[in-house]
């Protein structure tokens, strides 16, 4: 069996690792108990596991780590902490920590200690990794690209990284990202995980948990949500903006969520507080009910929009139609929604479209006439006022090309809402966004932001770019950059739109910049590593195959952008497996659990 040495020599400079070395070369086994001499304890540990080969023999050396802390430091965002309370010590977290309630991890309400936990690894280990085997091998089973494969199964680390936290009754809360010793940017963030595509398929019930923090937690009774959620996950502050696309996001999500799961009853829970949030957005950014956000409105750029928008305007457009959806489900009145979606949808078409994509029409806060508005960057000086006073509202993009421009009619796809808006002009919004921001080579792209992302010889797809010549003077922050969420998206909803090869294009120029050489492959970082935004990445699986699975009317549907017979990965609430088409016929090889199919469709045709 294995041992452990605890005695690790007690000395100064190489001292430690030159007599550490020494036991190793010579296979020396020190099985020991720790320091207990009155002279300090040791620097560290060994772990050996002997064991002995004959000449062309091999044999396999299995090491299980496992670790168990039931209590951490961790609070955050508690609304009542600002009465003075310092959950977390002392600077260097020496100080005593008050007894208000921090968050303990999942396992340690299954676990009663380190034993049992490592009990259940070993015990489990032979069935765990036989699941994950048969996993990954349903996974790659696949005939669409190699690196859209890539994009989708190197991102799902995310899933099991210190971004996504399990609290010990279960839910889950997350960070956007983490830094090296901490997590960065707290609390489930409704605009970032508005991206993230794999966790409502592989783990619905965890997923469907965010909305009931977001929904129920994190909203007031005007409807306001807190886009940040607290931890433990309890109540919160409301002093902050409520995110636009955040808390519209949420909307369509609750609709995906329930057309994943088809439980009408956690439905008929949620839909009174979702329509109450939906209320609280038409009412605070389109209080004129024009079917268009107009008052300024809080984003994942960090930053209020002035005036119309197609990115956050898309969101509405999903938000409306999804709230229809849902309360006709049940027999309700949802006219109100219509209008106000067919009313928005011609204003996108037309008034937003400038022929060959969608754009913002910015308001100066005299048009609008707002009251000051908070903001992350409210920091004010005689220059930036002059700006202001000159060109109207910072960080806006106007006339210029976001690669996030129609982010709400791919959410709509991702949903299974169909289209929110004319094909034919997102297909040319799509096609601009790959003509003016996609760079095979940014050498000379000047960013003067995070330019780590992507430089140099390397490509990438900017977050904006302005083909007409009129970048505004203190443009929409981050617009240098590029961000793989936003890559993904786009390529998915190109593919979705029938270009796939170029969305292939940005998938592999994306993929080789985390080829790793220079950066890890499993990791595409943005604001912290293991960034929750990269996993929409997911969503390019459902736009190269074209495959849905709707659990509500049991249909499997199956709209492939291309022509020919293909194979592909499907995750459903009930279990997983492969489909596609085969001599031009539907097929369906359910590997693990059950995906109760009542009809096929496709192309649009019922296939049965």
Known sequence: GAGVDCRWFRGGWFDTQSMLWKKISTGEQCESEPYDD????????????????????????????????????????????????????????????????????????????????????????????????????????????????????????????????????????????????????HGSCTHVWNYAQALPHFFPRLERG???????????????????????????????HAAADGQLGCVMKVFRDWRISADDSWLERMLPRVLKALDYCIETWDPGRTGMLREPHHNTFDIEFWGSDGMCGSFY???LKAAALMLEHFGKDADAYRELYVKGREIIETDLFNGEYFIQRVMRQDELGCGP???????????????????????????????????????????????????AKVKSHLLSVHRYNFRKDLSGHSNPQRPTYALGKEGGLLVCSWPKGDEPTLPLVYSNEVWTGTEY???GHLAIAGETEKALDIVRTARQRYDGKVRNPFNEYECGHWYARALSSYGMLQAFSGVRYDAVS????????????????????MGYGTVGLKDGKPFIEVVSGEIDVADIVVGGKDAS
């Open 38 to 185: 009155g002279h300090g304890a040791g620097v560290g540990a060994s772990l050996f596991a002997p064991f002995e080969l004959a000449p062309g023999e091999e044999t396999t050396v299995r090491v299980m780590l496992t670790w168990y802390c039931p209590e951490t430091d961790l609070r955050i965002a508690r609304p009542e902490d600002k009465k003075g309370c310092d959950c977390l010590g002392g600077e260097n977290g020496d100080a005593p920590l008050c007894e208000k309630e921090r968050h303990r991890p999942w396992y340690s309400g299954k676990f009663e200690d380190i034993v049992q936990l490592s009990e259940h690894v070993a015990n489990e280990y032979c069935e765990l990794r036989k699941k994950s085997r048969a996993f990954s091998i349903c996974f790659y089973d696949s005939t669409l690209p190699p690196e859209v494969l890539e994009a989708v199964s190197a991102n799902l680390t995310i899933l099991k990284s210190p971004t996504v936290l399990r609290q010990r009754d279960g839910r889950l809360w997350c960070w956007e990202g983490c830094c090296d010793s901490k997590g960065c940017c």
């Open 210 to 240: 965010l909305r009931e923090t977001e929904f129920l937690e994190c909203q007031d009774d005007r409807g306001h949500q807190n886009f940040r959620a607290s931890l433990p996950i309890g109540p919160v502050g409301h002093d902050f």
């Open 317 to 319: 457009l999903g938000a």
């Open 373 to 423: 508005v908070l903001s992350m960057s409210n920091s004010s000086s005689p220059e930036s006022e002059a700006v202001v006073a000159e060109g109207g509202p910072r960080y806006q993009y106007g006339d210029g090309c976001l690669s996030d421009g129609v982010l709400g009619a791919w959410m709509a796809q991702m949903c299974g809402m169909g289209e929110l808006i004319d094909p």
């Open 489 to 491: 998206q786009a390529a």
């Open 554 to 573: 049991k249909v499997l549907e199956i709209n492939p952008p291309q022509a020919g017979d293909f194979r592909s990965f499907l995750c459903t609430a």
